[in-house]
């Protein structure tokens, strides 16, 4: 009999290990067919799934329909299964409402800040050398982004715009003078916008810096803790041995180089809507331009 108990004991726990259920985790789309901003952050997230499949299964990543950042927080707080993994800056109200993974997916690059203009601009610029004068410059920015309260918290008169092609067409008509950009997006995208409109131009001179660590969020429920969970322990991984830097150089160490980072007037703005929870002590998380 007890031996006949021990087998079905085998049998149950074989049965378990090899029965997992997919784990689904569906991203928010490209806003546009130029719309780049994000494929660095998946294939760290793609890692961190397939170095834990072992432990936790197989896994699904697919892609959701497009939804503005307004309408990715509207899913989320719903627990609807259009998006259960979303990209956000973390900030106090996000960490009553969601599940966070409170490692900075980029290091925190996307908080230094270089400016998209028209280039007939770059003259006044150039004189830029305190946020006194910056704020001078009207900014461009996307319906619901998180920087939205961050600048106009320091000054700025921000203008707004739903569409995010939109905003490259609003800077070069005028409608505001500077279009601050993460140094992880910024390249790409003046690339493609340059063919478009041909006084783009990438500001040589200032270097904007508030904290912005962007994390992965996960709904407010079971699925979403088991999922946040899953990615940590994942991340902690590739940390520790190194394929999380080795990823991020591939994507942006050319980026930072060529940008001149370290040469920039470096202008820095406080963020006051972060959490305590910010690990702002584990100095390899974070990137430093002063390392270069």
Same mark, same amino acid.
């Given at each position: 009999?007890?031996?006949?108990?021990?087998l079905i004991l085998i049998s149950i726990l074989t049965l378990g290990h090899s029965s997992f259920a997919v784990m689904r985790f569906v991203y928010?789309?490209?806003?546009?067919?130029?719309?780049?901003?994000?494929?660095?952050?998946?294939?760290?997230?793609? #890692?961190?799934?397939?170095?834990?499949?072992?432990?936790?299964?197989?896994?699904?990543?697919?892609?959701?329909?497009?939804? %503005?950042?307004? &309408? &990715?927080?509207?899913?989320?707080?719903?627990? %609807?299964?259009?998006?259960?993994?979303?990209?956000?800056?973390?900030?106090? $109200?996000?960490?009553?409402?969601?599940?966070? $993974?409170?490692?900075?997916?980029?290091?925190?690059?996307?908080?230094?800040?270089?400016?998209?203009?028209?280039?007939?601009? &770059?003259?006044?610029? %150039?004189?830029?050398? %305190?946020?006194?004068?910056?704020?001078?410059?009207?900014?461009? &920015?996307?319906?619901?982004?998180?920087?939205?309260?961050?600048?106009?918290? #320091?000054?700025?008169?921000?203008?707004?715009?739903?569409?995010?092609?939109?905003?490259?067409? #609003?800077?070069?008509?005028?409608?505001?003078?500077?279009?601050?950009?993460?140094v992880v997006e910024v390249l790409e995208e003046y690339r493609h916008f340059k063919k478009l409109y041909s006084n783009l131009a990438i500001d040589?001179?200032?270097?904007?810096?508030?904290?912005?660590?962007?994390?992965?969020?996960?709904?407010?429920? #079971?699925?979403?803790?088991?999922m946040a969970r899953r990615v940590e322990e994942g991340l902690r991984f590739m940390i520790k041995s190194g394929s999380y830097r080795k990823i991020?150089?591939?994507?942006?160490?050319?980026?930072?180089?060529?940008?001149?980072?370290?040469?920039?007037?470096?202008?820095?703005?406080?963020?006051?809507?972060?959490?305590?929870? $910010?690990?702002?002590?584990?100095?390899?998380?974070?990137?430093?331009?002063?390392?270069?």
């Amino acid at each position: 009999m007890n031996l006949i108990k021990v087998l079905i004991l085998i049998s149950i726990l074989t049965l378990g290990h090899s029965s997992f259920a997919v784990m689904r985790f569906v991203y928010h789309a490209p806003e546009s067919d130029h719309d780049f901003r994000y494929k660095y952050h998946w294939e760290i997230l793609k #890692s961190a799934l397939d170095l834990t499949e072992k432990k936790f299964g197989p896994y699904s990543l697919t892609p959701s329909e497009i939804l %503005s950042e307004d &309408q &990715q927080l509207a899913e989320m707080k719903k627990k %609807s299964a259009k998006l259960t993994v979303m990209i956000r800056e973390t900030n106090k $109200v996000f960490e009553t409402e969601l599940n966070a $993974v409170k490692i900075p997916i980029d290091r925190n690059l996307i908080g230094y800040r270089v400016l998209l203009i028209d280039k007939k601009n &770059q003259a006044q610029l %150039s004189k830029v050398d %305190s946020l006194e004068k910056l704020i001078t410059f009207n900014v461009g &920015q996307g319906a619901g982004w998180g920087d939205i309260s961050i600048l106009k918290n #320091s000054g700025f008169n921000v203008i707004t715009k739903a569409k995010y092609d939109d905003l490259f067409k #609003s800077l070069i008509a005028g409608e505001f003078q500077i279009f601050p950009r993460g140094v992880v997006e910024v390249l790409e995208e003046y690339r493609h916008f340059k063919k478009l409109y041909s006084n783009l131009a990438i500001d040589d001179h200032v270097l904007l810096y508030y904290p912005l660590p962007t994390y992965f969020w996960f709904q407010d429920s #079971s699925d979403g803790r088991l999922m946040a969970r899953r990615v940590e322990e994942g991340l902690r991984f590739m940390i520790k041995s190194g394929s999380y830097r080795k990823i991020f150089d591939k994507h942006y160490a050319k980026v930072i180089r060529e940008l001149d980072l370290n040469k920039r007037v470096l202008i820095k703005i406080p963020n006051p809507y972060l959490p305590s929870s $910010v690990p702002f002590d584990r100095k390899e998380l974070w990137f430093d331009p002063r390392d270069i």
